[in-house]
């Protein structure tokens, strides 16, 4: 079992940065693939990025890439998403993934977060 805590969340301009962090508990964190969705109001739960357990392989979304960066410190048992020249758009709540795979991470991750609201405002 893998409980997840999301931080970082918050308001910020259209062009502003935000950096999200993910916190996993266990020992096993290393053997994880970390990933990031996000779900807009009204919208459904979509793919953002995902990062494989030792952090070689990395995907994005078509809508994030050259503005997102996933990241992980398997010392810290952390992931992070740093997202750079935010859009309106981008307003979700986002939530932390972990997988058995890099490959089953999108759509069906083995163990979800609880989410962080991130607000863009124009």
């Known amino acids: 079992q893998v409980q997840l805590v999301e931080s970082g969340g918050g308001l910020v301009q259209a062009g502003g940065s935000l950096r999200l962090s993910c916190a996993a508990s266990?020992?096993?964190?290393?053997?994880?693939?970390m990933g990031w969705f996000r779900q807009a109001p009204g919208k459904e739960r979509e793919f953002v990025a995902a990062?494989?357990?030792?952090?070689?392989?990395?995907y994005y979304a078509d809508s994030v890439k050259g503005r997102f960066t996933i990241s992980r410190d398997n010392a810290k048992n952390t992931v992070y998403l740093q997202m750079n020249s935010l859009k309106p758009e981008d307003t979700a709540v986002y939530y932390c993934?972990?997988?058995?795979?890099?490959?089953?991470?999108?759509?069906?991750?083995?163990?979800w977060g609880q989410g962080t609201q991130v607000t863009v405002s124009s």
């Open positions: 990062i494989s357990g030792v952090g070689d392989i990395t």
């Open positions: 266990g020992r096993t964190f290393g053997r994880y693939a």
């Open positions: 993934a972990a997988a058995w795979t890099i490959a089953t991470m999108n759509p069906s991750p083995a163990y």
